[in-house]
């Protein structure tokens, strides 16, 4: 059977450094098969999503909890509002 990882997919908020009110949002694949004993986290380049771990996601988290984050942008690990345009040589697509 296969596995909508979207359904573990969860978004976290936590305040930004030098800010007391402004909150910065990530969005997080979270998977926890009962009787993990085990966690592994999926880190990725900044710009692609936690998608581009799809195949280990279902592979690993037969076994134990998988986290895989959305860090995306420069740095900033931020969930932007506006659909992602991939870039190829100078292109979009």
Known sequence: MPLDVELYRRTLYFPVSGSSQ??????????????????????????GSALQWLYQIRFFSQTMRVIAPDVRGHGLSDDPTSPYKYRFFGKEG
Request: proline share 4%; net charge positive.
């Open 22 to 47: 402004k909150l910065q949002r990530i969005s997080v694949i979270d998977i926890q098969p009962e009787h993990a004993t085990r966690t592994l986290v999926l880190v990725h380049g900044y710009g």
